[in-house]
T-cell receptor, first 110, second 116 residues
Framework: DAKTTQPNSMESNEEEPVHLPCNHS???????IHWYRQLPSQGPEYVIH???SNVNNRMASLAIAEDRKSSTLILHRATLRDAAVYYC???????????FGTGTRLTIIP | NAGVMQNPRHLVRRRGQEARLRCSPM?????VYWYRQLPEEGLKFMVY????????ESGMPKERFSAEFPKEGPSILRIQQVVRGDSAAYFC??????????????FGEGSWLTVV
């Protein structure tokens, strides 16, 4: 599996935007970029995914670099409920499982 | 559309007993995955199943652990002769058939196993 690199932890103020970076310099042309998050004592929750183009949904936006070697998950207005561990995962066709790294622990400051 | 349902949510077993964890995938999903999360650690893949078939069990411990996904009924993760080191959260996930890498895997809320 191609590897991703994320900061171990980040802090952000409540009601401000949050940009969570992910580096994936060895990404292949068929790797999709998936983001999941895990709130305390809960199962992982799907956030967003994309291949080449930027993506938006009700939870977040995903900005993918033109060379696809990095991406950024954007939470437009952080709330206390967004405090979680965020995982950036590459997933290739034919490799159905998700391989979780250590993720970024996001702390929201009231 | 109900999500991935896991039960029991919490299970306490004495050393040497058997633990059975059940997972009902989302409606229309035919792929099931099991993950384990030890205390203060990350999620580790255990096994990937389709109906009546084990597709990838590369993360399953060689002994005491087994998984099945029968034609009818939930997927079962069975742990025989549990030891304290099996205490963990076990998460089940499901996805539709032929997901390709662009489709989504949905997780359940987990089953917390405590071995005393």
């Amino acid at each position: 599996d191609a590897k991703t690199t994320q900061p171990n932890s980040m802090e952000s103020n409540e009601e401000e935007p949050v940009h969570l970076p992910c580096n994936h310099s060895t990404i292949s042309g068929t790797d999709y970029i998936h983001w999941y998050r895990q709130l305390p004592s809960q199962g992982p929750e799907y956030v967003i995914h994309g291949l080449t183009s930027n993506v938006n949904n009700r939870m977040a936006s995903l900005a993918i670099a033109e060379d696809r070697k990095s991406s950024t998950l954007i939470l437009h207005r952080a709330t206390l409920r967004d405090a979680a561990v965020y995982y950036c995962i590459l997933r290739n066709f034919g490799n159905e499982k998700l391989t979780f790294g250590t993720g970024t622990r996001l702390t929201i400051i009231p | 559309n109900a999500g991935v349902m896991q039960n029991p949510r919490h299970l306490v077993r004495r050393r040497g007993q058997e633990a059975r964890l059940r997972c009902s995938p989302m409606k229309g999903h035919s792929h099931v995955y099991w993950y384990r999360q030890l205390p203060e650690e990350g999620l580790k893949f255990m096994v990937y199943l389709q109906k009546e078939n084990i597709i990838d069990e590369s993360g399953m411990p060689k002994e005491r652990f087994s998984a099945e996904f029968p034609k009818e009924g939930p997927s079962i993760l069975r742990i025989q002769q549990v030891v304290r080191g099996d205490s963990a959260a076990y998460f089940c996930a499901s996805s539709p058939q032929n997901t390709g890498s662009g489709n989504t895997i949905y997780f359940g809320e987990g089953s917390w196993l405590t071995v005393v």
